[in-house]
Nanobody, 114 residues
């Protein structure tokens, strides 16, 4: 399974970005769909997740600002990021978990700076 992430870039505080992740296989029946991020000098952290049950969950730091979604027909999932803060600066990775195996995208850099 290959994942191709895109949509990162430089944005001012308060701005928005939408990250996309295209999968090389269908995503309607995977265990989880998620986005992680790794801020500079820090550990990787879970940002948002859609489990098989369909109930999304978010890191406390992004609740109310980020939205994870999926388009099964396009084998693509998204992370809409609004009201971006400087502390959201990180490399963002998309992830699929399929039968307990993890698949990762290559990472896309989001820089929030004035």
């Amino acid at each position: 399974v290959q994942l191709q992430a895109s949509g990162g870039g430089l944005v001012q505080p308060g701005g928005s970005l939408r990250l996309s992740c295209v999968a090389s296989r269908r995503i309607f029946n995977v265990d989880t769909i998620s986005w992680y991020r790794q801020p500079p000098g820090k550990q990787c952290e879970l940002v948002a997740i859609i489990p098989r049950s369909g109930t999304t969950d978010y890191a406390e730091s992004v609740k109310g600002r980020f939205t994870i979604s999926r388009d099964n027909a396009k084998s693509t999932f998204y992370l809409q990021m609004n009201s971006l803060k400087v502390e959201d600066t990180a490399v963002y990775y998309c992830n699929l978990r399929i039968s307990y195996a993890d698949y990762w995208g290559q990472g896309t850099l989001v820089t929030v700076s004035s």
